[in-house]
């Protein structure tokens, strides 16, 4: 796709008084500032207050400036709030520069690669479009979301050291999840939905995608799925975006389709069973319980572990493929539980298909 390049306007980093404006109508008019304030009824001192931006032009000034001048109020009133507007601008740089290498903790680079933030040569720019690209108005406000001890993500120890790639691959899934339409969540739907949509681990990546988004987007439940970030070795995530709506993160990471069904289903296991509060992250971690009870769901729901001894005597390719089809699902997964409870990761490597991320 071809697109024309963005082009900003001129953006001056100074505010000037609407009073330099009524300056120069005065002279125009070859009034003094003593026959102003006596036409207007305002003090010597209120226009000088003006004259300097100290003091506002009120909707009320405007008319008697109207009615003094000619000029009509509504011009004062669009020059003043422009000189409210550009001082507030030029107070936020200000305000901006003490935290400008807060930029290097955040992958300005690769979201600017994938299309979600300009490049700005103003540092200062760039720092206000990362703000906005996170929905906040300071880094100070950043911080408090997503360093705050509260933060049920920072058991993540990628949270720790890492805190600006795994912000910014989650912010990604919030801003993807959003923008997909659910109904409110529905928890026997879900249920039923994920019975569905294991079934469709047996069809190819472009059938079982927007069938699965399709099936748990009527249940509430909006899938997204983000490539992954460099330095954020996660599987998925989930988090609650409103008390009706729950978001699904995943990616791609290791290729494989076993991997992205594991991770699916469990967080699936987080919808259903865990606190609306908190945002869990599947980093492979074993420390929280409610990581092991997801790990348990997704287990049981994809292969019911009553199966597992005949998956661990499994000899041949056409065993996994007779099992694969016994349970009705996709051969890979049943190949990877194999490669699980065996510790023979190089077998059968070939019935796990890979699955690639659509450049088109």
């Known amino acids: 796709m071809v697109s024309a390049a963005k082009k900003y306007g001129f953006e001056p980093d100074y505010a000037i008084p609407p009073g330099e404006t009524l300056r120069e109508v005065m002279d125009s008019l070859g009034m003094s500032q003593k026959e102003l304030a006596g036409r207007t009824d305002l003090t010597v001192q209120s226009l000088n207050r003006i004259f300097k931006g100290t003091q506002p032009i009120t909707y009320e000034t405007a008319n008697r400036l109207e009615l003094a001048t000619g000029v009509p109020a509504t011009m004062w009133n669009n020059l003043e709030a422009q000189y409210r507007e550009q001082l507030a601008k030029t107070h936020e740089r200000e305000r901006f520069q003490d935290d400008l290498n807060w930029l290097r903790e955040i992958p300005v680079a690769e979201l600017v690669k994938r299309g979600v933030l300009h490049r700005h040569k103003d540092r200062v720019e760039q720092l206000r479009e990362v703000l906005k690209f996170y929905g906040v108005s300071s880094v100070e406000a950043w911080r408090q979301i997503w360093e705050s001890p509260a933060v049920a993500a920072r058991r993540s120890p990628c949270f720790e050291s890492k805190a600006g790639p795994a912000s910014a691959w989650i912010r ?6 959003r923008a997909i339409n659910c109904r409110a969540f529905d928890k ?4 039923k939905a994920l019975t569905e ?3 469709l681990t047996r069809e190819p990546a472009h059938v079982f995608e927007p069938e699965m988004k399709r099936l748990c987007a009527e249940s509430g439940v909006a899938v997204a799925l983000i490539r992954e970030m460099k330095k954020v070795p996660w599987n998925g995530a989930t988090k609650w975006l409103t008390p009706q709506k729950a978001m699904i993160l995943l990616c791609l990471r290791g290729r494989g389709e076993d991997k992205l069904w594991f991770s699916f289903f469990h967080e699936a296991g987080h919808v ?5 509060k908190d945002l869990l992250i599947n980093d492979g971690s074993h420390n929280d319980p409610r990581e092991k009870q997801a790990n348990d769901f997704a287990a049981e729901f994809l292969i019911p572990l009553k199966h597992d001894d005949a998956i661990r005597r499994i000899r041949s390719k056409a065993e996994i493929v007779r099992m694969a089809d016994l349970l009705g699902i996709a051969t890979g997964i049943v190949a990877g539980r194999y490669q ?6 190089h077998y059968f490597k070939e ?3 890979t699955l690639e991320w659509d450049n088109a």
């Open 172 to 177: 990604l899934g919030e801003l993807q999840a």
């Open 188 to 191: 026997v739907r879900f249920k």
């Open 197 to 199: 949509i294991r079934h």
């Open 272 to 276: 259903l069973n865990d606190s609306k």
């Open 340 to 345: 699980f409870l065996t510790g023979n990761w």
């Open 351 to 353: 019935l796990i298909r």
